[in-house]
């Protein structure tokens, strides 16, 4: 559970973070973890730090990380933010190699409400990778005066923000260690510079339940344009866990396509 005042900060600025929500403990054995998923993806063969490696869905595949989704620190986040009968949007895990550009999902006019949770298991500070943030830059204003940031550009290498590098851009930058959470919203301006190639970037996101037709509609065109979004793993279908189950039970009466894997 979180405070009015956190939910206020997130409303406001467009994230949030909790320092410390996992012990550091429970932060190896997420490394630990996560480490197996890879390497079990790249048929044991060594990391070569050549490109980012990414693993979607991501979360299920091994126990404590399967379970993170519905710990009541996690859980009750969800409540807070959209409500007890939001759904799971995905998992994902990534060994990031280079930059995370600045980008920014467009404001949702659907009424769809989306929640993202950043784990990060490498210390990380300004200059090293950790999250930037551009607070408050998730309400779109008339003129939207970031509108020339809000997609990865194809000139990324050339691009110069208000005539700024990337890393000169004004932000709050999100300094973490093994153990911190990051919540935010995609429609928020964010990237990530600096740091060495193989950082642990994880997340997952949870959705609002659609209520209108409109609403329903912009789920299932997400679901049309997009891969792994929205398509939960079996062996969380199948869960014993009662809030996994309900978390993807409406994507099944949905038809949705389930994860294999």
């Known amino acids: 559970m979180i405070t009015a005042e956190q939910i206020a900060h997130y409303e406001t600025f467009g994230f949030l973070i909790l320092r410390q929500l996992f012990t550091p403990e429970e932060a190896t054995i997420m490394r630990e973890e996560a480490d197996d998923i890879f390497a079990e993806d790249r048929d044991g063969k060594p990391f070569s ?11 299920h595949r091994r126990p404590f990380l399967s379970g993170v989704v519905a710990d009541d620190r996690i859980y009750n986040i969800g409540v807070d933010l959209l409500g007890p009968d939001f759904l799971l949007s995905g998992t994902e895990g990534r060994l990031r190699v280079g930059p995370t550009p600045w980008h920014a999902g467009r404001e949702e006019r659907s009424g769809v409400r989306h929640v993202k949770f950043g784990v990060y298991l490498d210390p990380l500070t300004k200059d090293t990778g950790c999250l930037r943030i551009i607070p408050g830059t998730h309400v779109l204003g008339s ?13 990324e290498d050339r691009f110069r923000p208000f005539g700024l590098e990337s890393t000169e851009v004004p932000c709050v930058p999100l300094e973490t260690n093994p153990g911190d959470i990051v ?9 990530s510079f600096g740091g060495r190639p193989g950082r642990h970037q994880h997340a997952f996101s ?3 339940n659609p209520t209108t037709e409109a609403e329903l509609e912009h789920v299932f065109a997400t679901y049309k344009k997009t891969k792994f979004s929205l398509r939960p793993p079996e062996s969380y279908v199948n869960s014993d866990n009662s809030r996994i189950r309900r978390m993807v039970s409406k994507m099944v009466e949905w038809g949705f396509d389930t994860a294999k894997v």
């Open 206 to 208: 949870f959705l609002s």
């Open 183 to 191: 919540v935010f919203t995609e429609s928020v301006l964010h990237g």
């Open 49 to 59: 730090g050549a490109e980012s490696q990414l693993v979607q869905p991501f979360f």
């Open 143 to 155: 003129p939207d005066l970031f509108d020339q940031m809000r997609d990865i550009r194809d000139d």
